[in-house]
């Protein structure tokens, strides 16, 4: 069963005063007197309830809105565009519209939405977090309004509702795939991101390669910005001083959009002098000529297990114990990786 948001008839009745007296209180009115000892037992009562205003006047204890909050990092990672048409899909089911925003992965911008959505009264939060998703959904979990943190961790003590792609998984199924197909010097493009599990991302293609008895000095790894113009320069920057590479991993597919630019405009065959594997997979990656092999995280799967996660809680009439559940990904065959001989 969702949280409730206390009210201001609530806040009144631990005050011992009426809801109006409240109402002047914290809207910080100076319109009539309010002795210091009530103005205090009001501040009180509404901390200890956690009390969030509303901007939502027809809003009443108990009351759906039928609006839930989406809240995603990068509108330009079509991966999420995937998310939000999967939750929007189950959402429709249930007769809920979705309040969708863009964080820009700014922690600040991320609280600010968060206050607005709680003054908005929504029936519940399907996140993927800043850094400090953990510090800015505290309020969220106090109240115990439903939420579902989506594909990064948060960094708190108590269990919460989960739901992730396979970050390690994945890149190990890419990293195994350009092994087997004897390519041992595979440049790794990637998004230094050492947060909510995206760090596994780099570790898995590190242990995969350590496995295959690659040493650490023959790994090539390059990370930077999560851009387009970041993945053209680190691919420019990586054939440069390793003309050994003979594929290159891009663990992001904003970061490939921009390698793959550059390697067209560098005139190299992808699949005949270079071979290329993408994590992620967006429309470009098997549009007109290209046929890029990809690792496709199921980003609208992702949305659906997290819209289903999250209506089971606000629907079940007790409460229901956090758990955490894993999108499967699957690696799709283009014609962008090759074979070479091992040496």
Do not use: C, H, T, W
């Given at each position: 069963m969702g949280g409730q948001y206390a009210t201001l008839k609530d806040v009144a009745e631990r005050a011992g005063t009426t809801a109006a007296t409240v109402s002047y209180v914290l809207n910080g009115s100076k319109k009539r007197y309010?002795?210091?000892?009530?103005?205090?037992?009001?501040?009180?009562?509404?901390?200890?309830?956690?009390?969030?205003?509303?901007?939502?006047?027809?809003?009443?204890?108990?009351?759906?809105?039928?609006?839930?909050?989406?809240?995603?990092?990068?509108?330009e990672n079509q991966f999420f565009t995937q998310l939000i048409l999967g939750v929007e899909r189950v959402a429709d089911q249930y007769g809920y519209i979705l309040s969708i925003c863009n964080t820009f992965d700014d922690p600040r911008r991320e609280l600010e939405i968060i206050n607005r959505m709680q003054a908005q009264r929504v029936d519940g939060y399907i996140i993927t977090p800043t850094r400090e998703g953990g510090r800015n959904t505290r309020q969220i979990r106090k109240i115990g309004v439903p939420m579902v943190v989506v594909d990064r961790s948060i960094d708190i003590k108590t269990p919460y509702f989960f739901v992730s792609i396979q970050n390690y998984e994945s890149t190990a199924m890419a990293v195994r795939y350009l092994l087997e197909r004897g390519h041992r010097h595979i440049a790794y493009i990637g998004w230094k991101a050492d947060f909510g599990g995206l760090e596994l991302r780099e570790q898995a293609y590190r242990e995969l390669l350590t496995r295959y008895q690659v040493p650490e000095e023959e790994q090539i790894v390059y990370n930077g910005e999560f851009t387009e113009e970041s993945g053209q320069e680190l691919t420019r920057q990586a054939l440069k001083e390793h003309p050994e590479a003979t594929a290159v991993l891009y663990a992001y597919n904003v970061q490939a959009r921009g390698g793959v630019d550059y390697l067209a405009q560098a005139g190299i065959q992808v699949g005949k002098e270079l071979s290329v594997l993408v994590i992620g997979a967006p429309d470009w990656v098997h549009t007109g000529n290209n046929r890029f092999t990809c690792v496709d995280l199921n980003g609208r799967g992702l949305g659906t297990i997290a819209a289903e996660t999250l209506f089971d809680i606000i629907d079940h009439e007790g409460a229901v114990a956090p758990y955490q559940k894993d999108q499967i990904s699957t690696l799709l065959e283009g014609d962008s990786v090759c074979r070479v001989q091992s040496v």
């Open positions: 309010i002795s210091e000892d009530m103005r205090r037992r009001v501040e009180e009562a509404a901390r200890e309830l956690n009390y969030v205003k509303s901007s939502a006047a027809s809003s009443l204890k108990g009351k759906k809105r039928k609006i839930i909050a989406v809240l995603v990092p990068q509108f």
